[in-house]
């Protein structure tokens, strides 16, 4: 525990405390290929759809100039397509190659397509993928001539077998073209992979930023790695000549500035790869030096225990649906940490790069989940036969690639500091599979699973116990496992999901209204309750943001083939969901929940609740807990206010444990 008190001459006051945050440019990757004016560039926007397309779509000859329009990104429902499962759909859209292409790889890149996709070309059968979250792509550069018009055919079909179970979950077909398409150039002699790890010494000062690469072919290239701060001072650089074709370069950093969530530092770092004296591209990528480990019950970072309070968090706005921008990603990590909280779970499936790019910048830990969700557990009885993959040979495919998406494309994030396989499923081969493909390629992460408690002894597939929805003292028994006072002696807790906020008891909160109030005192308990246990590594509200989704009124199939009325829920007409559960709604207003949290999650506790008008010249005590993970008070800005009187804290401070 760490107290601090504060002496104050003369004055009663109210203090207000809050960590300045540092300032860092947002972490947005950027490209430079030489010869091309722009090598990525977006097809989102206004496409072509059909909802029954005829045979032989996928050729130029298909006339399409007729077809409805249709917004890219966006689920299909939400536009008024009433889409079912396992019916495909067709998009179009074409788009010119330019000139300054000829000669370059030429890509597309899917952000995310729900949840099965076959891609043509010109015509051309380019692949299929299956996974709705994850960014994937194309090599199209056989199929098209630069400074010509390509034609791109996308049919997609919702998947009623699906492993995220993410249609089911939102009470409707969420099928579509869900997150950003993209056209994109590289030279012929490109990064296969491209992926950096940060490791610190044992005093956590030092650095070594470790590049693993691998290049499309073999070639006598040569790499620069130059590493910059925030205020563009070089801190380290490496040249290499005639390097192999997969590899690793390392650079030494001396005490850099460590990333943390109360620390966001990064640098920068900048890849020249070049081919003798041609300069073949750039890239851009922002780096936080960070440790993770467990060690006994506790969680690391940068050698020291951090304790997570946060919050579970979809993608949802009410009139686009299962789909976020990156303005919306980044009010909601704003909002996050005005809320106190310091740790976010993507449930159920992995959130878009600006996410966590924001995450990287303004300081959030990130519990990224693969979506995959209540496989042979919670699916309603319409998805009843379509659950059951755990152990099915024909759905392991699907898992691993998904996964590996989204590993390949999010490691590099210092704020993702844990990897889950999935929510709330029965145990199989293909999670002990996953979780084996994790430990092969990234063991700068621990992993979580749950529930833990369907794992046979002898198979353990997690570094971190989950554990969903203990009492306010922590106790809780979930399938054998136990914990009691938040408390588990082997590995660290995380109870990530908990304090689920009342939406379902909708007559008790129309009766007593103070049930909201009182859900932030049980939040307040049991924060409190949870900081000081050992083994507790912290919880995640359920959930952030309401789930509710304002389909259009004229939609068809309502009560048919999608928004079914199931058990507690109680949405009519074509708002549908599992309702009121956020601490903000899906307008990003604050709820009553939001303050309750922020008082809750507070990492600077006042431990008095009142204060005597003092004597002149009498010494103001004010007892203080710190429960920041890496922070001093003499980092904060403290300021009281006093019959209208206010000014800023200069006084000593006494520090009475670490």
């Not at 067709?90 to 300054?100: A, H, L």
């Not at 040249?239 to 370069?249: K, T, Y």
């Not at 990064?266 to 890849?271: A, C, E, I, Q």
């Amino acid at each position: 525990m760490r107290k601090h008190t504060v002496f104050i001459q003369g004055i009663a006051m109210t203090i207000l405390l809050s960590l300045s945050a540092c300032s860092n440019s947002p972490a947005f990757q950027f490209f430079q290929v030489h010869g091309v004016a722009e090598p990525v560039i977006s097809l989102n926007g206004t496409w072509k759809f059909s909802m029954d397309p005829p045979e032989a779509f996928w050729e130029n000859e298909t006339d399409f100039a007729q077809w409805s329009d249709i917004q890219v990104p966006g689920e299909c429902q939400m536009q008024g397509f009433s889409i079912r499962h396992d019916q495909p759909y067709v998009y179009k859209r074409e788009f010119s190659i330019p000139g300054d292409f000829t000669g370059k790889h030429v890509f597309l890149v899917f952000h995310g397509v729900y949840s099965y996709a076959r891609v043509w070309v010109n015509g051309e059968f380019i692949r299929e993928h299956y996974g709705g979250f994850t960014k994937w792509d194309c090599d199209i550069s056989d199929h098209i001539i630069p400074g010509e018009k390509a034609l791109l055919t996308v049919e997609i079909v919702d998947r009623i077998d699906d492993i995220s179970y993410a249609s089911g979950y939102a009470k409707h077909q969420i099928g579509g073209i869900l997150r950003d398409v993209e056209l994109g150039a590289l030279p012929g002699l490109h990064f296969s992979k491209f992926y950096f790890e940060t490791e610190l010494d044992g005093a956590c000062r030092d650095a070594e930023l470790k590049v693993f690469y691998a290049l499309s072919n073999a070639s006598d290239a040569n790499v620069s790695l130059e590493l910059f701060d925030a205020d563009q001072r070089s801190m380290a650089e490496s040249v290499r000549e005639n390097i192999p074709q997969e590899g690793q370069i390392s650079l030494d950093v001396e005490d850099p500035l460590k990333w943390d969530a109360e620390h966001p530092h990064l640098y920068t770092l900048v890849t020249t790869l070049s081919d003798g004296d041609e300069t073949l591209l750039s890239r851009t990528d922002k780096v936080g030096f960070r440790k993770v480990a467990v060690v006994g019950n506790s969680l690391l970072v940068n050698g020291r225990p951090v304790k997570l309070r946060g919050a579970n968090r979809h993608d949802i706005h009410p009139l686009l649906g299962r789909m976020t921008t990156p303005e919306l990603d980044r009010e909601d990590v704003l909002l996050a940490k005005e809320a106190n909280m310091n740790f976010i779970r993507t449930s159920h499936y992995p959130p878009s790069e600006s996410f966590l790019r924001y995450c990287d910048q303004y300081g959030l830990y990130v519990e990224d989940e693969t979506a995959v969700c209540f496989v042979h557990t919670h699916r309603s009885d319409n998805y009843s036969g379509t659950g059951t993959s755990q152990d099915d040979p024909r759905f392991t495919g699907r898992y691993l690639s998904q996964l590996e998406e989204m590993v390949d494309n999010h490691r590099n994030h210092p704020s993702v500091i844990i990897w889950s396989i999935g929510n709330e499923n029965q145990f199989g081969i293909n999670f002990l599979r996953s979780y084996q493909w994790i430990k092969g390629t990234d063991l700068t992460r621990p992993v979580i699973y749950s529930y833990p408690g369907r794992v046979p002894d002898s198979l353990g597939i997690y570094d971190i116990l989950s554990i969903h929805y203990p009492s306010w003292r922590g106790d809780r028994e979930q399938y054998g496992i136990y914990t009691r006072g938040f408390e588990y002696a082997t590995m660290p807790a995380l109870f990530d999901e908990w304090a689920h906020v009342a939406c379902y008891n909708k007559p008790t909160l129309r009766a007593d209204p103070n049930v909201r109030n009182f859900w932030g005192q049980s939040l307040d308990s049991m924060w409190t309750n949870l900081f000081e246990a050992d083994g507790g590594l912290g919880g995640a509200i359920w959930c952030m943001i309401d789930e509710t989704f304002m389909l259009p009124d004229t939609l068809d199939g309502f009560r048919d083939w999608w928004g079914w009325k199931e058990g507690v829920l109680d949405f009519e007409g074509p708002c549908v969901g599992y309702g009121e559960w956020g601490i903000i709604d899906t307008w990003r207003r604050k709820k009553p929940e939001f303050w309750g949290t922020k008082k809750a999650y507070s990492p600077a506790r006042i431990l008095v609740k009142s204060i005597r008008d003092p004597e002149p010249g009498e010494e103001l005590h004010v007892p203080v807990h710190n429960r920041f993970d890496h922070t001093n008070f003499n980092e904060l800005k403290i300021t009281w206010s006093y019959k209208g009187r206010s000014s800023r804290l200069l006084s000593r401070e006494q520090y009475t444990g670490g």
